[in-house]
């Protein structure tokens, strides 16, 4: 397996702390065994999220040093607004702080309550968004999506055969707006085929349904299409990104991944009256139209990243180090989500560690495992975010998968980086028949993942 030489040259460093073992220990147990009560300084090879993790360019730095911090019409906005012509082509946009603010501000122009929102898969945010609007999220991926083994190159898609069964079960008129993820980070960050994406907005259109795109990866499924899709080898990918936005009525999208920046975000649209409604409201919850929440700096950095995260170099290296590591994790026994999607790689916890059973959180295990072991942090998507207890039938639900995610900062961690997290989970590996589960200890109704507390088993 090739690892991509990157196209860049490192500048600026940010000193790592190799932590010992018993430090780790220690930390751990303060931690309640939850890895998002760690301290940062005590992670050694940061895998919790790809979400503002990224290194920005020099670029990026030097923009951000001629933002303009006008209250309004900054000049700063215009330089984005020119990007996002240029990439998105959508007739209108305001910023936003993050994605999640975009969605909240779509939910809330547009949404009411009892209304459904389907999509291939909801991010957790944009679930809980459609949610507190007494909205019902639904999600119709392919089934294939649920099979860690198949190799099937674009796992995101949408079953259009499932779309049309369910709009005509609730009604088109019930449904004030569609989605799809791209890629499909619930999912495994599988991409969505181009294909996929024209049956999509060929059957939202043929009902009205207005067709809004989560893009926060759009450039790595771009780049995914290119490579994997009939008829798109040799498409500049500026082309490709615009006959997929061509096909929408607007994104909603969090910067911090595709556009290299560490805050910001957007929601775009061509309808008129849409982005009136939504002037109103962002002015009430982020800011003035012109600046959405973000300093003009943000909005300088943002414009210079959008364009370096369509770089095809860049996405070649970006693509070709998380495929990287996928890939010498399956060569040392390591059973992942195949195939190595854009952002991440989903270690299949379940298959590693047969002898946990769900209630005692095998994703849960191997993610304070490969910390004690590594000072390795990735984050689980098993159990202790999804099982569900039904009050009807007394049962506790439990996912069919349970997962670990190694997300990839941008442009952060090198070759060696990653090789040392290979020979961490193959240690672990090594010892999985002697590792137990977990019992939680404490658990919030909502959202409990975040600030759970477990003790070992
Ligand atoms: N949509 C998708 C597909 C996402 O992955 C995220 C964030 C959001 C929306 C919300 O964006 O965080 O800027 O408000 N995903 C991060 C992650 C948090 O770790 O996967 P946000």
Same mark, same amino acid.
């Given at each position: ?75 700063s906005f215009?330089?984005l ?14 910023p ?147 006959? &997929?936005?061509?096909?929408?009525? %607007?994104? +909603? /999208?969090? =910067?911090?991944? #595709? !556009? ?31 600046y959405?929440?973000l300093?003009g700096?943000d909005l300088e950095?943002m414009a ?71 000072? &390795?942090?990735?984050?689980?998507? %098993?159990? +202790? /975010?999804? =099982?569900?207890? #039904? !009050? ?66």
């Amino acid at each position: 397996m090739n690892y991509p030489p990157e196209p860049f040259r490192i500048k600026m460093v940010e000193p790592l702390r190799r932590v010992t073992q018993e430090d780790r220990e220690h930390a751990l147990r303060e931690a309640g065994f939850n890895v998002f009560a760690l301290r940062a300084e005590d992670v050694y090879i940061d895998l919790l999220t790809d979400s503002g993790t990224g290194a920005m360019s020099d670029r990026q730095w030097g923009a951000a040093l001629t933002g303009d911090e006008s209250y309004a019409g900054a000049r700063s906005f215009f330089h984005l607004a020119e990007a996002m012509r240029e990439v998105f082509g959508f007739r209108h946009f305001v910023p936003t702080h993050q994605g999640r603010a975009a969605e909240n501000i779509l939910c809330a122009v547009l949404l009411r309550p009892g209304q459904y929102v389907p999509s291939n898969m909801h991010f957790d945010t944009t679930q809980a968004n459609v949610l507190a609007r007494d909205g019902i999220p639904e999600n119709l991926v392919i089934a294939l999506a649920a099979d860690p083994r198949s190799r099937d190159p674009f796992k995101g898609n949408m079953d259009l055969g499932r779309l049309e069964e369910f709009i005509g079960r609730v009604g088109a008129s019930n449904i004030p707006f569609g989605m799809i993820t791209i890629t499909n980070n619930a999912g495994g960050g599988q991409p969505v085929s181009l294909e996929n994406l024209r049956g999509v907005s060929a059957i939202y259109r043929r009902h009205g349904i207005p067709f809004y795109i989560d893009a926060c990866r759009y450039a790595e499924n771009a780049f995914f299409i290119r490579e994997r899709e009939a008829g798109q080898q040799g498409r500049p990918l500026r082309d490709i990104v615009r006959e &997929i936005f061509a096909l929408a009525d %607007g994104a +909603t /999208m969090s =910067a911090k991944k #595709d !556009a290299l920046v560490n805050i910001g975000g957007f929601l775009a649209m061509n309808d008129d009256d849409v982005f009136q409604r939504v002037c109103n409201e962002l002015i009430l919850r982020e800011g003035f139209p012109t600046y959405g929440g973000l300093a003009g700096r943000d909005l300088e950095a943002m414009a210079v990243g959008l364009l370096e995260g369509l770089d095809e170099d860049y996405l070649a290296y970006r693509v070709g180090q998380t495929r990287y590591l996928g890939e010498r994790l399956l060569e040392v026994g390591i059973p992942i989500v195949e195939p190595p999607g854009g952002h991440a790689i989903y270690l299949d916890a379940g298959a590693l560690l047969p002898h946990i059973p769900h209630a005692e959180f095998p994703g849960q295990a191997l993610c304070v495992e490969l910390y004690r072991q590594g000072g &390795i942090r990735g984050v689980e998507i %098993g159990s +202790t /975010m999804f =099982a569900r207890w #039904d !009050a009807h039938t007394g049962e506790m639900h439990y996912p069919e998968l349970e997962l670990v995610r190694l997300a990839l900062p941008r442009r952060v961690y090198t070759q060696a980086h990653l090789d040392y997290v290979v020979s961490v989970a193959a240690r672990v590996r090594a010892g999985r028949e002697a590792l137990r589960g977990l019992r939680l200890t404490y658990a919030p109704p909502l959202l409990r993942h975040f600030t759970c507390r477990f003790e070992p088993l």
